[in-house]
């Protein structure tokens, strides 16, 4: 799954024609297996509905629970990420429950590319398994236990036939361009298929046993799976004219069996990590360092096989025993490989750049970038470091009890502040790092030397090998810290 952004708006959206009133609830915690809507949200929220629309802008909401920086394992973690559940309850005009809308989401503090500044979570389909059409022999049952210890989920079974399958429908749909699809599956039997306009080639498989897909249709253009105890979010993404319609159906018609599924979401847009370079959270691959400085990426976690390159074989970067969201991955082991669940295999080529040449002291400057998490460059270039003084005078007698103190001076220093500031010059960058040096003039948040700092200054022009020939920016940053602390 990606990391939505908080930096930029996040509509959730509700229309339902019947729709009078939306409760909504927001849970936000730092593990995905904590969930508990018995437990109280972190926010509770209504809103009227005009036209039968209810929309919710909860991104500010979420930066403000969201206060990583206090956090005394942040720098050492460098990832933003938290998880967010949110619940809203769709009322009628007399008070009653339409139907629970859920969305489950990882934030991250960062900023998204132009075209996605606003993030819209809009489920076009019914979460309702009663308002789908089932096949005569599969029996629908409410209040079943779902992922976030409530009982919104819906059971499914065949009525002990051994010889018909699980099947649920749901048509006249009318939905065109790029959208993701997930549902939230649990069931006692391994083989279930989600296929949208009942073509093969719009198809998952899902197999329980390996925990992974069987089968990927030729449209599918990515795929993921999310667990929580016994329960998988299973997840693909489309890019068609038109989808008219989605069935969900088991792989078996031998035995009798039940599924248990829970709130089924088509929302646009691409919400999977599809290849190896999706996971890496920054936007050059290249790093340039020296001998005394050591760089890291930082790589996204995912329900996936993601490795390093060893000195003899692959080492994965993720195991199941592993809860962190993001990782860093050593440079040198190049390069970052990723295989998805039909098998295919990408690498994103992580190259380290040494420099030699250094006859002024290397700085590494860490700062947060649009992907939420703390990257690392280094300045190789010239170095000036200034240190600034604030002080209150006051005059005093230098007669004391009749005696005279030649040593102590009429004019004397009653409080002085003194602040360390430096002047950074990048080095010659290719051009391909502007965007790079965009997001250190766009964070708010920089670390010099793994000291806190601030950067001055509000202008950033950008340079170019056409008009600049070598590329070389200045910051002025001063350090957060006072030499002399007032405080």
């Not at 109280?40 to 509905?49: D, G, K, V």
């Not at 976030?148 to 499914?156: K, N």
């Not at 994103?348 to 420099?355: P, S």
Request: aromatic share 12%; proline share 3%.
């Amino acid at each position: 799954m990606k990391a939505l952004q908080t930096r930029s708006p996040i509509h959730l959206y509700y229309d339902e024609p019947t729709m009078d009133k939306v409760n909504l609830s927001i849970w936000v915690k730092e593990s995905p297996t904590t969930f508990n809507t018995n437990e109280t949200p972190n926010y509770q929220l209504t809103s009227e509905a005009i036209n039968s629309e209810v929309i919710f802008e909860i991104s500010e909401l979420l930066r403000s629970v969201n206060q990583y920086e206090f956090d005394k394992n942040f720098y050492n973690k460098r990832d933003t990420a938290i998880y967010v559940l949110c619940k809203a309850d769709l009322l009628d005009s007399n008070g009653n429950l339409i139907e629970p809308r859920y969305n489950f989401l990882r934030i991250r503090d960062g900023y998204v590319e132009r075209n996605e500044q606003t993030q819209v979570l809009n489920n076009k389909i019914t979460s309702d398994f009663r308002n789908w059409t089932n096949s005569t022999n599969t029996n629908v049952l409410t209040d079943r236990n779902d992922p976030f210890g409530g009982t919104d989920a819906y059971s499914l079974n065949d009525n002990g036939s051994s010889t018909q399958r699980v099947n649920t429908f749901l048509g006249n749909l009318n939905i065109q361009g790029m959208h993701t699809f997930s549902v939230w599956l649990n069931s006692i039997n391994k083989k279930y298929i989600i296929q949208l306009n009942d073509s093969a080639s719009n198809r998952v498989s899902f197999d329980k046993s390996i925990r992974g897909f069987f089968d990927v249709g030729s449209n599918v253009l990515a795929v993921d799976i999310f667990r929580i105890n016994f329960n998988f979010r299973i997840s693909f993404v489309t890019n068609l004219e038109n989808i008219n319609s989605v069935r969900i159906f088991s792989d078996n018609v031998t035995e009798s069996e039940e599924v248990t599924l829970f709130n089924p979401t088509f929302t646009r847009g691409n919400h999977i990590n599809a290849g190896a370079e999706d996971l890496v959270l920054q936007d050059n691959l290249t790093a340039f360092s020296t001998t005394n400085e050591f760089l890291s990426f930082q790589a996204d976690r995912k329900f996936g096989n993601s490795y390093k390159r060893g000195a003899n074989d692959l080492i994965p970067i993720f195991n199941n025993n592993n809860s962190l969201q993001s990782i860093r991955v050593d440079l040198f082991t190049v390069p970052l490989e990723f295989e998805n669940r039909d098998g295919v295999q990408t690498s994103a080529d992580l190259r380290n750049i040494n420099i030699n040449e250094c006859k002024y002291t290397p700085v590494k400057v860490s700062f947060i970038n649009r992907f939420g998490v703390i990257q690392d460059l280094v300045f190789f270039k010239k170095r000036i470091d200034s240190i600034d003084t604030d002080k209150e005078s006051y005059k005093t007698n230098v007669l004391q009890q009749g005696n005279y103190y030649p040593h102590i001076g009429q004019n004397q220093t009653i409080r002085k502040e003194s602040k360390r500031s430096v002047t950074l010059n990048t080095g010659f960058y290719p051009e391909e790092f502007n965007t790079v040096f965009e997001q250190l003039q766009n964070s708010l948040h920089y670390w010099i030397d793994d000291e806190p700092a601030v950067l001055e200054g509000s202008s950033f022009n950008v340079k170019t090998r056409v008009n600049d020939k070598l590329i070389n920016y200045t910051f002025d940053f001063s350090y957060s810290n006072e030499e002399v602390n007032t405080i």
